[in-house]
């Protein structure tokens, strides 16, 4: 009898916050964790990089003529334009890690979910990370010190209307403790992958071998 494990389908993981909500922090603590075998989307941005920044890692970071052709050439799973620049998600590298059943880590707004949810359906599973007060969010966007006064205003301003979108998400998670979000957050990826659904063709072969033991 074969006991390799059954295939499944990738977990499409979203992660939506406004800026300054710790879920920078919190993609990275995921990626770090070679265990959860996670690849991050690396999406396309208009924005210019701040000093932090690494293009190719963080984003690619492009001109708006060359977003404007990505999207026409229908390259972009998904796009928004958030905080007066153009963000978008690359097609491509995500149906290379989904077709070896592999998982995808999204660090992208509402918009940018509810389009990935009507194209990838159920293999998609949204979290909300939210701050614990907009005092924490202020001071965590003033503590980062890379964006103008005029800038973190605006994103401050911008965070209430994220905020207001919680209810599109299956998960919602405030992160008022960094470790245990991270904890929430790989207990959420590992209950998913087991799904039924996303399991179903492999577990349908198993069973089909089990049985015939
Ligand atoms: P930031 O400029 O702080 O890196 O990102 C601003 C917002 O844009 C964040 O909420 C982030 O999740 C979102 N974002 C980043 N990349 C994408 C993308 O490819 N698509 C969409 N829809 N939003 C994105």
């Known amino acids: 009898m074969d006991h390799s494990p059954p295939q499944r389908r990738g977990v499409?993981?979203?992660?939506?916050?406004?800026s300054g909500a710790g879920k920078t922090t919190l993609t990275r603590m995921l990626l770090q964790d070679r265990?959860?075998?996670?690849?991050l989307s690396i999406s396309v941005t208009t924005r210019p990089r701040r000093s932090s920044e690494v293009d190719g890692i963080h984003y690619?970071?492009?001109n708006e003529r060359q977003f404007v052709a990505m999207r026409n050439a229908s390259e972009l799973l998904e796009w928004a334009e958030v905080h007066g620049n153009f963000y978008g998600t690359p097609r491509a590298p995500v149906e290379a890690v989904l077709a070896q059943g592999r998982d995808c880590l999204f660090d992208i707004d509402y918009?940018?979910?509810?389009q990935v949810r009507e194209k990838m359906g159920t293999d998609t599973v949204t979290v909300f990370?939210?701050?614990?007060?907009m005092k924490e969010l202020r001071a965590r966007l003033e503590?980062?010190?890379e964006d103008s006064a005029e800038v973190i205003e605006?994103?401050?301003e911008n965070a209430r209307k994220e905020i207001a979108r919680w209810k599109d998400y299956d998960y919602v998670i405030v992160n008022d403790d960094l470790q245990r979000s991270f904890e929430d957050l790989i207990a959420i990826l590992r209950a998913e992958r087991q799904r039924r659904p996303r399991r179903?063709?492999?577990?349908?072969?198993?069973?089909?071998r089990l049985l015939s033991e």
Do not use: K, M, N
């Open 12 to 18: 499409v993981l979203i992660l939506s916050s406004p």
């Open 35 to 39: 265990d959860l075998d996670l690849t």
């Open 60 to 62: 690619r970071f492009i």
């Open 111 to 114: 918009q940018g979910a509810q």
């Open 129 to 133: 990370v939210l701050p614990p007060s």
């Open 143 to 145: 503590r980062r010190a």
């Open 154 to 156: 605006r994103r401050l």
């Open 200 to 208: 179903e063709h492999g577990i349908a072969a198993f069973v089909d």
